[in-house]
């Protein structure tokens, strides 16, 4: 079968013939004629099997009688990445230049202002990531009313990334009379549920069983400690005859971290991850596109849909946690009908995350020995605990440091107050410091007559009371810092405090002496 057999316009066979393809892969071959006829599609597929131009080619024959109207694309294709969305832009280019459809790509990290130029001047087909559309329709730059083709690429991981809410926003958007393709490498329970909301009696297509790798990759595990990680790495490189690579890792410190450790050793390697600058990330996927960068260390952002001619192998640093992200890592290798070879390096710990992958791909990764890095279980299995340890350590000094440390402090903080109510013995060694009665002055000039202790209880000494506290005698200071605390808590309690006048006159008990003298007078009736 041809292309030509596929109903295909001429400016797009003759596009087609200048990339240098003249036979259709399946799904393109099984996609092409229903995207023609209008139909929705659901296509699962392996990747690296050509997905993108089995929706990209009947695409530009279909909208190639219309005309564009600002702000008003006819086509949405919805990517998850930026670089797939770059990536499906740059096919639209190869297999449209005979066409004179127009094309805008909205992706993060580009200014907004051009991106707002090409949406003015009006576009045919809009190539977009979830959140940037969203943006530019809530700045009432897009209006997606005039929607007739809606495609969603690399649907899984549109659902893996979170995406969910925005592409149902996105939907609600749309005209409820379009066509829907569905176009992804794998097929979750998950992908069936979202496919039920937008897709209407949609053909689908499969061409192979879901999550198999193809047989052009030779596929190799290595049994290493996690601690030879790296040594292991630079060894298989320097043995295998690596054109190109790429090397992924689950996190983005250690893609930086790998990459830094390549270079030091002499590798021509460069880094890729989603935290970087998007003028970067462009500028360095580039140059590993043209050959000027040998080695390329990645994120997963690097695992779906990255085509790169001629990628001769794919080294997995860390095993994925979720299975089918190994099969779009090693998918970037062995495609267009090429070998590729892909070697996972495998710790102690990591025996149940390759566990998951097997049971999806239904097949054994062969075991390679790698000369100098035998695998030991006892040591990776030291090494592991080694390593929960140290989580745990740095998990128990975060605790502290959250809740544990100010409590600690707080203890410690109480146990001094305690100490310092404690009378030390060179304090009761001392005799009390007495000051001189010229050193204090009287308030009152003249002697005031004090009451014994049984009618009435000595006046506070206000003058004491105005002094600064520096400038009371010691005995005083000591006296009252020898308070019981319960004492000094009760005069202060507002609602168990007594009242002043308690200070100055003793409490009245019964009539006693104090009885008015009225009414001791005798009565006139009494009389």
């Known amino acids: 079968?041809?292309?030509?057999?596929?109903?295909?316009?001429?400016?797009?066979?003759?596009?087609?013939?200048?990339?240098?393809?003249?036979?259709?892969?399946?799904?393109?071959?099984?996609?092409?004629?229903?995207?023609?006829?209008?139909?929705?599609?659901?296509?699962?597929?392996?990747?690296?099997?050509?997905?993108?131009?089995?929706?990209?080619?009947?695409?530009?024959?279909?909208?190639?009688?219309?005309?564009?109207?600002?702000?008003?694309?006819?086509?949405?294709?919805?990517?998850?990445?930026?670089?797939?969305?770059?990536?499906?832009a740059q096919s639209f280019d190869k297999y449209g230049k005979n066409s004179p459809l127009s094309m805008a790509l909205l992706i993060g990290g580009v200014n907004y202002t051009e991106q707002e130029k090409l949406l003015d001047r009006g576009v045919d087909v809009l190539i977009a990531?979830?959140?940037?559309?969203?943006?530019?329709?809530?700045?009432?730059?897009?209006?997606?009313?005039?929607?007739?083709?809606?495609?969603?690429?690399?649907?899984?991981?549109?659902?893996?990334?979170?995406?969910?809410p925005d592409i149902e926003r996105i939907g609600k958007m749309l005209p409820p009379l379009r066509q829907?393709?569905?176009?992804?490498?794998?097929?979750?329970?998950?992908?069936?549920?979202?496919?039920?909301?937008?897709?209407?009696?949609?053909?689908e297509i499969e061409v192979a069983r879901q999550a198999t790798t193809a047989e052009s990759i030779a596929q190799f595990q290595i049994q290493v400690s996690h601690r030879l990680k790296r040594e292991a790495l630079r060894t298989l490189i320097r043995n295998e005859d690596v054109k190109n690579a790429i090397i992924f890792c689950n996190r983005?410190?250690?893609?930086?971290?790998?990459?830094?450790?390549?270079?030091?050793?002499?590798f021509d390697a460069a880094a890729l991850h989603g935290d970087m600058d998007q003028s970067v990330r462009t500028a360095t996927l580039e140059k590993f596109k043209k050959g000027e960068i040998g080695i390329l260390v990645a994120s997963d952002v690097a695992a779906r849909g990255l085509d790169v001619?001629?990628?001769?192998?794919?080294?997995?640093?860390?095993?994925?946690?979720?299975?089918?992200?190994?099969?779009?890592?090693?998918?970037?290798?062995?495609?267009?009908?090429?070998?590729?070879?892909?070697?996972?390096l495998v710790a102690g710990e990591d025996g149940k995350y390759l566990q998951q992958i097997t049971r999806?791909?239904?097949?054994?990764?062969p075991v390679m020995e790698l000369q100098g890095f035998t695998h030991e279980e006892g040591d990776a299995a030291a090494t592991a605990a080694?390593?929960?340890?140290?989580?745990?350590?740095?998990?128990?000094?975060?605790?502290?440091?959250?809740?544990?440390?100010?409590?600690?402090?707080?203890?410690?903080?109480?146990?001094?107050?305690?100490?310092?109510?404690?009378?030390?013995?060179?304090?009761?060694?001392?005799?009390?410091?007495?000051?001189?009665?010229?050193?204090?002055?009287?308030?009152?000039?003249?002697?005031?007559?004090?009451?014994?202790?049984?009618?009435?209880?000595?006046?506070?000494?206000?003058?004491?009371?105005?002094?600064?506290?520096?400038?009371?005698p010691r005995q005083e200071r000591s006296e009252q810092q020898d308070q019981p605390r319960e004492a000094r808590r009760d005069r202060n309690d507002r609602g168990g405090r007594r009242d002043h006048r308690e200070d100055r006159e003793p409490p009245v008990i019964g009539m006693g002496d104090h009885v008015p003298e009225f009414l001791l007078r005798p009565s006139r009736r009494a009389s």
Request: glycine share 10%; proline share 6%; aromatic share 4%.
């Open 360 to 365: 999806l791909i239904q097949r054994d990764i």
């Open 386 to 472: 080694d390593e929960r340890a140290e989580r745990g350590d740095r998990k128990e000094g975060r605790g502290r440091g959250r809740g544990g440390r100010g409590r600690d402090r707080e203890g410690d903080r109480n146990r001094a107050r305690d100490r310092s109510r404690e009378p030390r013995a060179s304090d009761a060694s001392m005799e009390p410091a007495v000051a001189s009665p010229a050193s204090i002055e009287q308030p009152m000039a003249e002697p005031v007559e004090v009451a014994s202790q049984e009618e009435r209880k000595p006046r506070r000494d206000r003058s004491r009371r105005d002094r600064p506290q520096q400038d009371r």
């Open 1 to 88: 079968m041809d292309f030509e057999s596929l109903g295909l316009s001429e400016p797009v066979l003759k596009a087609v013939a200048d990339a240098g393809y003249s036979t259709p892969t399946p799904i393109q071959a099984q996609a092409i004629p229903i995207v023609l006829m209008g139909r929705d599609v659901l296509g699962t597929a392996q990747t690296g099997t050509g997905k993108t131009a089995g929706f990209t080619l009947p695409l530009i024959d279909i909208l190639a009688g219309g005309r564009a109207r600002a702000r008003m694309p006819r086509a949405l294709i919805l990517e998850p990445t930026r670089e797939l969305a770059d990536q499906v």
């Open 129 to 164: 990531t979830p959140g940037r559309l969203i943006d530019h329709f809530e700045r009432g730059k897009v209006m997606l009313t005039g929607v007739q083709i809606f495609v969603i690429d690399e649907a899984d991981r549109m659902l893996d990334m979170g995406f969910m």
């Open 180 to 203: 829907t393709l569905f176009f992804s490498a794998t097929m979750a329970a998950d992908m069936r549920k979202l496919a039920d909301k937008f897709l209407s009696n949609p053909k």
């Open 252 to 266: 983005k410190r250690d893609v930086d971290i790998l990459a830094k450790s390549l270079i030091r050793h002499g």
């Open 309 to 344: 001619q001629g990628l001769t192998h794919v080294f997995n640093f860390d095993v994925p946690t979720h299975p089918e992200d190994y099969v779009h890592r090693i998918g970037r290798t062995g495609r267009a009908g090429m070998n590729g070879r892909a070697f996972t």
